[in-house]
C-alpha cells in the first residue's frame, strides 16, 4: 500500500531550537495514529509540519488521492478553538462551514447540506442544541460540533490534536467509537496528552520527544515510554 503522506527528513527550528529533527513517517490510507510525548516534545509542531503552516526543512509529501481538484482532502481539529464565542453564529452553521471550501463563502447551503449537519450532530449527541448560539454552549459541545465541522467534508485523513480537551469522560469513550467507525473510510492521526491511557482504538502510536519513533502497535512497555517519551531526555 501507498502512503497517503510521506515525511523525510523533516526538521522544525524556532531560531536555535530545534523542535522536530529529521523526522521520518509514512501515513497509511488505513491508518489510525496516535502521537504522544512530553509536553514541548513537538507533537503540535509536527502536526503543522504535516498540514504545511510551518516553515521546515526536509520533504513533506502529500499524495494525489488527498487532492480533489485544488481542495485538500484533509480534515483538521486543532488543539484550541479559534472561534469568537460571542459571534452570532449557530452550532448547525459552524458544522456545515466545513463545507465552505468546496461550495465557497458566499454559496448558500442546501438542504442535503443541512440534513448531512444534523446527522453528524446526532451522532455526537448535539441534535437537541444545533440551533443554539456557540456563546451559548459548553467547550465540550463546541469540541464537538468541531469534530463534525472537520468530517463534513469527508476528507481522506483526519488530524486531531488533543480532541478529548474539555469533554467529558463518557463522552470520551463514544468519541473512540465514533473515530473507529471514521477509521474505515478515512486515515485518522491524533496528538494525546493521554500517555499512559491510550485508547485501544488506535493502530500504532507515534513518540515525539523532538525525534521520532514509530511504534505499529497500541501499547508500550513502559521502558518505551521512559525511553521516548521522558521530559529529561
Not at 468541531?146 to 463514544?174: G, H, M, W, Y
Not at 496528538?191 to 499512559?196: A, G, I, Q
Amino acid at each position: 500500500m501507498e502512503s497517503i503522506i510521506s515525511l523525510r527528513n523533516v526538521t522544525v527550528r524556532y531560531d536555535d531550537y530545534v523542535a522536530i529533527d529529521s523526522a521520518n513517517l509514512e501515513i497509511f490510507a488505513d491508518d489510525f495514529i496516535c502521537i504522544i510525548g512530553p509536553n514541548g516534545g513537538g507533537k503540535t509542531t509536527l502536526i503543522k509540519a504535516i498540514l504545511g503552516t510551518l516553515p521546515h526543512s526536509g520533504e513533506v509529501i502529500l499524495s494525489p488521492t488527498l487532492f480533489n481538484g485544488n481542495k485538500r482532502l484533509i480534515g483538521y481539529l486543532p488543539q484550541q478553538s479559534t472561534f469568537d464565542r460571542s459571534f452570532p453564529i449557530s452550532i448547525l452553521e459552524v458544522v456545515m462551514s466545513g463545507l465552505q471550501s468546496e461550495r465557497g463563502f458566499t454559496a448558500k447551503y442546501s438542504h442535503a447540506d443541512r440534513e448531512k449537519a444534523m446527522q453528524l450532530l446526532e451522532k455526537v449527541g448535539l441534535k437537541s442544541v444545533a440551533e443554539r448560539q456557540i456563546g451559548e454552549v459548553s467547550g465540550g459541545q463546541m469540541q464537538r460540533a468541531l469534530l463534525c465541522r472537520a468530517v463534513i467534508s469527508e476528507p481522506k485523513l483526519l488530524i486531531l490534536d488533543e480532541p478529548t480537551n474539555f469533554i467529558d469522560k463518557q463522552f470520551e469513550s463514544e468519541l473512540y467509537n465514533i473515530l473507529q467507525q471514521l477509521n474505515q473510510r478515512m486515515a485518522i492521526v491524533m496528538v494525546s496528552h493521554e500517555v499512559n491511557n491510550i485508547s485501544p482504538a488506535v493502530k500504532s502510536i507515534v513518540c515525539v520527544n523532538r525525534t521520532l519513533h514509530r511504534h505499529n502497535t497500541n501499547t508500550l512497555s513502559h521502558k518505551e515510554l521512559n525511553e521516548y517519551c521522558s521530559v529529561n531526555r
